[in-house]
């Protein structure tokens, strides 16, 4: 009988919450379908997210098990915050020695977990592996640059991120897997067909007569013009077009209370909802606006069409035909493309991100490796 694979799991950010819950889930299944465990997880919560709905709502609705180890590194300067990670991070390492570390996305937390894996030389893979803006303004491009150059494994969700990861000559260790994101919304899809009217009369919404925004990149509430003219597109949605939605994240609502900028009651601030309600938000809404990596592509598994407060993006496949616009932060092209919106002719091409089985794939390799026969 051979030994569980032990995979210590380092997450910290709200996106990576609903990845990891993804692949947690695909762990329970491939565990149940033996004798024997076949994987152990344990996980590390670097605390990089802690307010209770930008973290433990995600654990307790999408029964995320619980981290082992909490390390409570809280905000902070890009190097204070990655280098308390690095530190707390290694001394989990050095008592757990894993066989693996997985790592996700592009946020501090990658690049703390996937730094001190591999200086341990523990084995680590990069989940959301080989997406690239090509802004090296962004903080998530340095992350997610030197995880996928340092990692062992790199689970690609796309086509075109294996081939940005051959442009910088690495093609070992690379698979094309699908989108754990994408496993995620198949999963719950079904879950929230029940509670979608419930949802939408608590925030006092019609079915697609309203907009659902989001916005928290660095480059968009750091920068008080961008900030401002956002919020002005916004405005002008809201008072000429349809009401605007916008659950508020934390750093978008210190920037807002910053800058003092004045917010339309046709846009609605609410608190950051959880993942359920977030995918029913999304599935109603007329249009979706936004800054996320994540929501840009839920709406288009979910054929809403989006706007993106963005010059460009890593998920080129949502663009090319027409459901994704990039409107960057000019006030006229926002609100100008809101009100001229059109379904597009073609269904979004979703088998580009994988069958929903991204998660057990990325599993089976790992298992191939470490454990081949079992
Ligand atoms: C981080 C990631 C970003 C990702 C986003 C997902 C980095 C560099 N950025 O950005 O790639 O898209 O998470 O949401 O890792 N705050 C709270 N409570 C919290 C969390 C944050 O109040 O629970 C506030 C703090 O004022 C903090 C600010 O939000 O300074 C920013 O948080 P931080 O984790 O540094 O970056 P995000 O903008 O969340
Ligand atoms: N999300 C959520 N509640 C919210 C806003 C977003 O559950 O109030 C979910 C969203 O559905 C997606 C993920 O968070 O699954 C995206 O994370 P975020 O926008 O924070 O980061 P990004 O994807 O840009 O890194």
């Not at 591999?118 to 080989?130: F, L, N, Y």
Request: glycine fraction near 6%; charge should be negative.
């Amino acid at each position: 009988m051979k030994e569980p694979l032990r995979i210590l799991t380092i997450l910290g950010a709200r996106p990576q919450f609903i990845k990891a819950a993804a692949v947690s889930r695909a762990v329970q299944t491939l565990n149940s379908r033996s004798e024997t465990p076949l994987i152990q997880e344990t996980l590390v919560h670097t605390g990089q997210h802690y307010d209770e709905n930008m973290s433990d709502i995600f654990f307790q609705e999408m029964e995320i098990p619980a981290p082992t180890y909490y390390l409570a590194v809280g905000s902070g300067e890009h190097g204070a915050q990655t280098g308390r990670m690095l530190e707390k991070i290694e001394q989990v390492l050095l008592q757990q020695r894993p066989d693996l570390c997985l790592v996700y996305g592009d946020t501090n937390t990658t690049l703390a977990g996937a730094l001190a894996a591999v200086k341990q030389h523990i084995p680590t893979a990069h989940i959301e592996a080989g997406l690239r803006s090509y802004d090296p303004q962004m903080p998530e491009e340095i992350n997610r640059l030197i995880a996928d150059h340092i990692c062992r494994f790199r689970f690609c969700p796309t086509r075109t991120a294996v081939e940005n990861l051959k442009k910088e000559g690495i093609e070992s260790g690379v698979y094309l897997t699908g989108d754990v994101m994408y496993d995620c919304l198949l999963y719950y899809r079904q879950k929230i067909q029940d509670r979608q009217s419930l949802i939408l009369s608590q925030f006092g919404l019609q079915r697609e007569a309203y907009f659902l925004a989001t916005l928290h990149r660095a480059e968009n509430t750091e920068n008080p013009q961008r900030l401002a003219q956002i919020f002005e597109g916004l405005r002008r949605i809201a008072e000429s077009v349809g009401p605007v939605l916008l659950p508020l994240h934390p750093r978008t609502a210190a920037a807002l209370q910053r800058s003092n900028l004045p917010v339309p009651p046709q846009i609605q601030l609410i608190e950051p909802v959880s993942y359920l309600t977030m995918l029913v938000l999304e599935q109603n809404a007329r249009a979706v606006l936004t800054d996320s990596g994540g929501v840009q592509k839920e709406a288009y598994f979910l054929r809403i069409p989006c706007l993106t407060f963005r010059d460009r993006t890593e998920w080129p496949e949502t663009v090319r035909d027409g459901w994704n616009i990039l409107v960057d932060a000019d006030p006229h092209r926002i609100a100008q493309t809101a009100a001229s919106l059109q379904r597009p002719q073609s269904e979004p091409k979703t088998a580009e991100y994988g069958d929903g089985s991204a998660s057990i794939k990325i599993l089976q390799i790992l298992l191939e490796q470490f454990r081949p026969g079992v």
